[in-house]
């Protein structure tokens, strides 16, 4: 199939680059070795993809990391205009640039508690900056948020969450976005000839329904 896709974008010059591309496989599966005009695809086990790095182990510890990073940067390109301007000013500028950058792809994530407990923490340091306060003063994070004005980023996760689905769920031309939503994946269980549900998919779901609570 990737072959008929490169003859086809070719006709119209869009052809697949062999050295930037990449392949991930599932584990226990026979090696498989895939080729793009005689050069063999390099394997890897994780890859950045439009912004989010994907890995098959299903570990979202790696992208929590990129996107904390992430947010941090965007916040002290400006943290000097946090620190001055109006309470209401600011946390729309704080929700619009730096938790955009914390919670981008969030969408599809299956976080645990203390997954967002991290994301949390990252947010919670950034607020006594803005504030000018330190553990010293002995503020409670509850009131930081309230202090600070800015959206918590673990309510907003499970609510971006929501509304993507919704927004998937009202897809009508049987896109590959809706489809791979709609999808059941099962994988075999060495143990048994029984299938059993995969479990990030159970605890995606699981979070859709309840909120994340």
């Known amino acids: 199939m990737l072959q008929e896709v490169n003859a086809k974008g070719g006709e119209v010059?869009?052809?697949i680059n062999a050295e930037k591309s990449k392949i991930m496989q599932t584990a226990g599966l026979p090696k498989a070795y895939i080729l793009i005009g005689g050069v063999v695809l390099e394997e890897v086990d994780s890859?950045?993809?439009l912004g989010q790095e994907l890995n098959m182990?299903?570990?979202?510890?790696p992208e929590i990391s990129r996107r904390r990073a992430a947010g941090w940067r965007k916040f002290?390109?400006?943290?000097?205009?946090?620190?001055?301007?109006?309470?209401?000013?600011r946390s729309h500028l704080?929700?619009?640039?730096?938790?955009?950058?914390?919670t981008y792809g969030?969408?599809?994530w299956s976080l645990t508690k203390g997954e967002g407990q991290k994301l949390a923490v990252t947010e919670t340091a950034m607020?006594?900056?803005?504030?000018?306060?330190?553990?010293?003063?002995?503020?409670?994070?509850?009131?930081?948020?309230?202090?600070?004005g800015v959206a918590d980023v673990v309510g907003i996760t499970p609510e971006n969450k929501i509304r993507w689905t919704g927004h998937v769920a009202r897809l009508a031309d049987n896109r590959w976005t809706s489809r791979i939503a709609e999808w059941y994946p099962?994988?075999?269980?060495?143990?048994?000839?029984?299938?059993?549900?995969?479990?990030?998919?159970?605890?995606?779901?699981?979070q859709v329904r309840t909120g994340g609570k």
């Not at 002290?76 to 000013?89: M, V």
């Open 106 to 108: 969030g969408e599809t």
């Open 76 to 89: 002290y390109s400006i943290i000097d205009f946090l620190k001055r301007t109006a309470r209401s000013y």
């Open 13 to 15: 010059g869009l052809k």
């Open 186 to 206: 099962r994988i075999e269980n060495d143990h048994s000839a029984g299938l059993r549900e995969d479990g990030v998919r159970t605890w995606w779901r699981w």
């Open 127 to 148: 607020e006594r900056r803005i504030l000018g306060v330190s553990l010293c003063d002995h503020i409670e994070n509850k009131t930081l948020c309230q202090m600070s």
């Open 47 to 49: 890859y950045v993809y």
């Open 94 to 102: 704080f929700n619009t640039t730096v938790l955009k950058a914390v």
């Open 57 to 61: 182990r299903h570990d979202p510890q």
